[in-house]
T-cell receptor, first 109, second 115 residues
Framework: EDQVTQSPEALRLQEGESSSLNCSYT??????LFWYRQDPGKGPEFLFT???AGEEKEKERLKATLTKKESFLHITAPKPEDSATYLC??????????FGTGTSLTVIP | GAVVSQHPSRVICKSGTSVKIECRSL??????MFWYRQFPKQSLMLMAT?????????EQGVEKDKFLINHASLTLSTLTVTSAHPEDSSFYIC???????????FGAGTRLSVL
C-alpha cells in the first residue's frame, strides 16, 4: 500500500539550532516528491519538488534531498519565522498524491 | 510561483443552508483541481478530484450529493456544501494542478462554521 510517513510529529528548536525533518515513502513509480509549508489557518505553500534520487534543492535556510526511500528537509540556523507545519507529499502514477501528516516545527527565540 | 485564489476565506451560516466555495487559478490553466478538508492539527484529507469538463471523482466516504463540485473551466472549480450541518464545519482547501508543471498549488482555504 502506498504510504507517506513524516517524522518527527513535532520539533522544537532553539533559534540557530539546525535539524532535519524526515519523509519516508513506499510508493511505486514515484513521479515526484513535494515539500510544503503550512501556517495556521492558511493553505499549504509550495517549497520544493524532487523527481529523482540524489536530487537536491535549496531555498534560503531550507534544503531538500531525496533518496529512493525517503526525503529530508534540512533547516540550517532556523529563525522563529520558520515555525510552521511542513508537509511532504508524493505523486504516484495516475495523478494520485499522498500526503504525510506533517511535522510541526517551533523555533524558539 | 503560481497563484490560486480561494473565496470566501471564512463563512458562517445557519444549518440547512448551502455554501459555495470558489477556487480559481489566476495565472495558469489547471486541468485538475483537488478539494481537501482539514481537521485541527491533522493533515489534508482528499475529498474529490475534479477534471475540467467532466464529473468529479469522490473519495470513499464523501457524499457526492452533499459536496457538489463543478469544474466548468480550466481556471475555476467550485465546491457547494448543500444543506450544511454543524458537522460540516471545517477548513476546506482547494488546489490546482498546472498543465505545464506537475505541482499542486493551494488556495488559502475556507473556514466554514455552521451554526
Amino acid at each position: 500500500e502506498d504510504q507517506v510517513t513524516q517524522s518527527p510529529e513535532a520539533l522544537r528548536l532553539q533559534e540557530g539550532e539546525s535539524s532535519s525533518l524526515n519523509c519516508s515513502y513506499t510508493v511505486s513509480g514515484l513521479r515526484g516528491l513535494f515539500w510544503y509549508r503550512q501556517d495556521p489557518g492558511k493553505g499549504p505553500e509550495f517549497l520544493f519538488t524532487l523527481y529523482s534520487a540524489g536530487e537536491e534543492k535549496e531555498k534560503e535556510r531550507l534544503k531538500a534531498t531525496l533518496t529512493k526511500k525517503e526525503s529530508f528537509l534540512h533547516i540550517t540556523a532556523p529563525k522563529p519565522e520558520d515555525s510552521a507545519t511542513y508537509l511532504c507529499a508524493v505523486q504516484a502514477p495516475g495523478n494520485q498524491f499522498y500526503f504525510g501528516t506533517g511535522t510541526s516545527l517551533t523555533v524558539i527565540p | 510561483g503560481a497563484v490560486v485564489s480561494q473565496h470566501p476565506s471564512r463563512v458562517i451560516c445557519k444549518s440547512g443552508t448551502s455554501v459555495k466555495i470558489e477556487c480559481r487559478s489566476l495565472d495558469f490553466q489547471a486541468t485538475t483541481m483537488f478539494w481537501y478538508r482539514q481537521f485541527p492539527k491533522q493533515s489534508l484529507m482528499l475529498m474529490a478530484t475534479s477534471n475540467e469538463g467532466s464529473k468529479a471523482t469522490y473519495e470513499q466516504g464523501v457524499e457526492k450529493d452533499k459536496f457538489l463540485i463543478n469544474h466548468a473551466s480550466l481556471t475555476l472549480s467550485t465546491l457547494t456544501v448543500t444543506s450544511a450541518h454543524p458537522e460540516d464545519s471545517s477548513f476546506y482547501i482547494c488546489s490546482a494542478l498546472g498543465l505545464a508543471e506537475n505541482i499542486q498549488y493551494f488556495g488559502a482555504g475556507t473556514r466554514l462554521s455552521v451554526l
